[in-house]
């Protein structure tokens, strides 16, 4: 079935280091691929999609790119903040309407200064 | 312009009892889905209503019901609740046009004891 698997954390950085959060899925069908980000105290919101094989998507620093070959969307961002402590979670969706999204445990990242 | 609003934030039952969670879409929406999300876990579809009806649903068992009333605002109704029942409960809304794009509420916390 569709599954997604995610890195577990914490991911405890520094700020400025470079990020990468790793995250493979399963699939059938060609699914779009997302990154939702939950801070502290606030619902999810959408980080970044991509739709199709090889798209990049990007928002506030952050990039992932649709990997069929390797069936992955690792989340990278070259220098972290603060303010990017928070728990990200890995989705695709496997319906076509687009809102039935399965979601990886979600992996929560801790930047100090 | 308020976001997605969840009623109540924090709900304690009893095993057996039932439960009616609500939910209030991000103004101009039209879709909603509910999402439940134990501790530690990421979340899980749970089911989507558009136009008053249930247009998919997840792998849950008939005790999980909802409805959406005409001003899009929608409600999730657990019977017969047991322990393992207890989660944070999220609510998402969108565009039918543009269901990727989610907008999450903050939760009901549930604890079933």
């Known amino acids: 079935g569709n599954s997604v698997t995610q890195m577990e954390g914490p991911v405890t950085l520094s700020e400025e280091a470079f990020l990468t959060i790793n995250c493979t899925y399963t699939a059938t069908g060609y699914p779009s691929l997302f990154w939702y980000v939950q801070y502290p105290g606030e619902g999810l919101q959408l980080l970044l999609k991509a739709t199709k094989a090889d798209d990049k998507g990007s928002n506030k620093g952050f990039e992932a790119t649709y990997r069929k070959e390797t069936t992955s969307f690792h989340l990278e961002k070259g220098s972290v903040q603060v303010s990017d402590s928070a728990v990200y979670f890995c989705?695709?969706?496997?319906?076509?309407?687009?809102?039935?999204?399965?979601f990886g445990k979600g992996t929560t990242l801790s930047v100090s200064s | 312009d308020a976001g997605v609003t969840q009623s109540p934030t924090h709900l304690i039952k009893t095993r057996g009892q039932q439960v009616t969670l609500r939910c209030s879409p991000k103004s101009g929406h039209d879709t909603v889905s509910w999402y439940q999300q134990a501790l530690g876990q990421g979340p899980q579809f749970i089911f989507q209503?558009?136009?008053?009806?249930?247009?998919q649903r997840g792998n849950f068992p008939d005790r999980f019901s909802g409805h959406q009333f005409p001003n899009y605002s929608s409600e999730l109704n657990v019977n017969a609740l047991l322990l393992g029942d207890s989660a944070l409960y999220l609510c998402?809304?969108?565009?039918?046009?543009?269901?990727?794009?989610?907008?999450f509420g903050s939760g009901t916390q549930l604890s079933v004891l």
């Open positions: 998402a809304s969108s565009l039918a046009d543009l269901s990727e794009k989610l907008f």
């Open positions: 989705a695709l969706n496997f319906n076509q309407a687009g809102t039935a999204l399965i």
């Open positions: 209503y558009y136009e008053e009806e249930e247009r």
